[in-house]
């Protein structure tokens, strides 16, 4: 059974910063794909930025050049370094983890920015 616990939101001013983690747990990962994901109240689920077992990694237009998605293999935890927020990121963060033809997700983290 695989499990995914997120950790990490909060609350942070415009152009601060966040890191989020998501610890992967139950299972042997060899080839997989993790991803976070984010949704914002009264928003669909849109994804932020991916990271594959081949190191491939992609991020959504929004983000880039202010997130950093990266994985520490050896404790098959997944991070999402967040700088220069900006008040449209504030939403549910959750991490995804595709593996063997199958979805997992987390349990979501609130990530607020204001000032």
């Known amino acids: 059974q695989v499990q995914l616990a997120e950790s990490g939101g909060g609350l942070a001013q415009p152009g601060g910063s966040l890191r989020l983690s998501c610890a992967a747990s139950g299972s042997l990962f060899i080839v997989y794909v993790m991803g976070w994901y984010r949704q914002a109240p009264g928003k669909e689920r849109e994804l932020v930025a991916l990271i594959d077992s081949t190191g491939y990694i992609h991020y959504a237009d929004a983000v880039k050049g202010r997130f950093t998605i990266s994985r520490d293999a050896a404790k098959s935890t997944m991070y999402l370094q967040m700088d220069a927020l900006e008040s449209d990121d504030t939403a549910v963060y959750y991490c995804?983890?595709?593996?063997?033809?199958?979805?997992?997700w987390g349990q979501g983290t609130q990530v607020a920015v204001s000032a």
């Open positions: 995804k983890l595709h593996l063997h033809g199958r979805d997992y």
